[in-house]
């Protein structure tokens, strides 16, 4: 269900990634107000939506109903360059080890409590970790997700002290990568292992895979 977007495969994503940037808008913009991102075109897309960012896309029938977003902290990255007041205690966490986790969403109506695409997502997102030898992952995250990741047996550290933005309050945290949060992610909603895609080949698709024309 999750499928793995980077550099070296992004040009069989096209019109998956698309839908990706217009879905973000819609959420990001359209429901959430955050209107500094809002743009004419409809897409959400900021300067770190670059060669090095990797998506990992929850794919059904070739529409995306959820996703995120991994950078690596050795490149420029949203708590670094935006918000690194964020980190004030105990300073920017950066390594080839350690990414920044952003930009995580589920379509509508594919949330609610009966759903897994969000916690495939989360499991997706420790899946590619583990694979990767990524040690860590930093993210800026509003402070009503603390609990919710604790609840999943993660281990979550503040980098500083929270912080009220836009109306938000926002803490900038790393958490561990470890098997034994991946596993905990998977049993919580049920989940069977893996949750990742084979790597998509040109001309080639998975089995069960098939592409949805969009306009």
């Not at 550099?7 to 069989?12: D, I, K, S, T």
């Not at 952003?102 to 989360?122: A, Q, Y």
């Not at 900038?172 to 991946?182: D, L």
């Not at 998977?186 to 949805?212: C, D, H, S």
Request: charged share 25%; net charge neutral.
């Amino acid at each position: 269900m999750i499928h793995v977007v980077d550099a070296g495969n992004r040009h069989l994503y096209g019109a998956e990634l698309e839908q990706h940037f217009r879905i973000r808008h819609e959420i990001y913009v359209g429901e959430r107000k955050w209107m500094a991102l809002a743009r004419p075109d409809g897409r959400e897309v900021d300067e770190f939506d670059n060669e090095h960012a990797v998506y990992l896309l929850a794919l059904e029938n070739g529409r995306v109903v959820g996703g995120t977003r991994l950078v690596p902290t050795l490149q420029p990255h949203l708590m670094a360059e935006v918000f690194p007041f964020l980190a004030d205690v105990r300073g920017l966490q950066r390594g080839s080890d350690i990414v920044e986790w952003t930009r995580i969403f589920v379509v509508p109506e594919r949330r609610g409590s009966g759903s897994k695409v969000l916690h495939t997502v989360l499991a997706g997102m420790f899946e590619y970790c583990l694979a990767h030898d990524i040690a860590a992952i930093t993210v800026v995250m509003e402070t009503w997700w603390m609990p919710r990741f604790l609840e999943l047996g993660w281990e979550v550290r503040p980098l500083g002290l929270p912080a009220l933005i836009d109306g938000m309050n926002c803490v900038g945290t790393i958490i561990s990568v470890s098997e034994e949060a991946y596993r905990r992610t998977l049993a919580f909603k049920q989940i069977e292992a893996p949750v990742i895609r084979p790597r998509r080949q040109a001309g080639r698709r998975a089995p069960g895979e098939r592409r949805i024309p969009h306009g």
